[in-house]
């Protein structure tokens, strides 16, 4: 059979390994499991979460309330904008698809950065838009700007602050003064799945929502609940932007694109910010720990904003070798070669799950 066109070039995304495949390949119990590769939350979620997902089972026979006007009213207080300015997607993935279908084809491209989230350019490839990358594998507005210029017609630009799988995190200033540069035909999207993470670490990266979008018409906010909230089996993120590109993304949204027990997690996600607040807490305490450790391994690792961290490693060792040699000890975390690095990304776990790492990460060295 022969299928689009566009699709020979897709690679078909591979995330982290899951735990039941480690279990299966090795024979490791799940226990033994540890796995430091999505960037999830290693605490679970609030228990507040678990209590809404429990109270509202017997719901589960009727389509949700499409409107989801409840997630959104408590999404816009949070955030100081109207219930209008925002869009609920299954992942703020799914909100990157609807921009992505909304702006781009085969004569608008798709502009971002050599090295960042695999979903922009799956979802560019799918609509058969022509993907331009700068140079320099993290975030560079002067590359990233010249190659707008130079290149032409681009429909949409991708900065994802923090960079996952990066880390690295620009300045909101310089943020700013690049979009006030860039045609306002051309939508510029901040992807914040690590929003607060930065914030925390250094409000010289925070990026107010509400800011940006009044500030500038042609931008799109991108927000989740896969990471810091813990909700990454739910699928739950949210899109913010102003009345025109909402419009734009209704029209491509499915109808009920998010259950109704999603939107009662979320809901009760956002009710518990000291969940969160301890778990960013916790990731910047034990984050001091990978850089010890990776300065003490002379190993290089990018200053990181998220709740992950890179390691590139020298001529001298293999990151796909690496990656293997600790699934078979049981901990999961993700090569980076598959980006063009010799290098992995780890998230960042609990302090017993992260002993556990250096621990076998020493042997492995
Ligand atoms: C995790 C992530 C997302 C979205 O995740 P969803 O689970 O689809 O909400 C978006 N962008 C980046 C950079 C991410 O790391």
Redesign the pocket.
Known sequence: MRFNRQLASIKVYEGGKPIELVMREYGIAPENIIKLAS?ENPFGTSPKVIEAIKANVHTVHMYPDDSMIDLKTALAKKFDVETSNLIIGA????V?SFAVSAKANKHKKVLTARTT?AMYEIYARQVGAKVIKTASHQHNLDELYAKYKKDGDVGIIFL?LPN?PLGECLDKDDVFDFISRIDDNTMVVV?G??QDFAAAKDPRKKIDPKALIETFPHTLY?G????SYGL?GM?V?YGIAGEEIMQALYKMRPPFNVTTLSLKAAQAALEDETFVRKGIENNFEEMKKYEAFARKNKIDFIESYTNFITLLFGNDKNSSEIAQMLLKKGIIIRDLHSYGLNGIRITIGTPEQNTKFFEAMETVL
């Open positions: 960037n992942g703020s993935d799914q990157i989230f994802c996952n992807d799945a690590y991108l989740t609940f896969s990471k990454g699928r993120g």
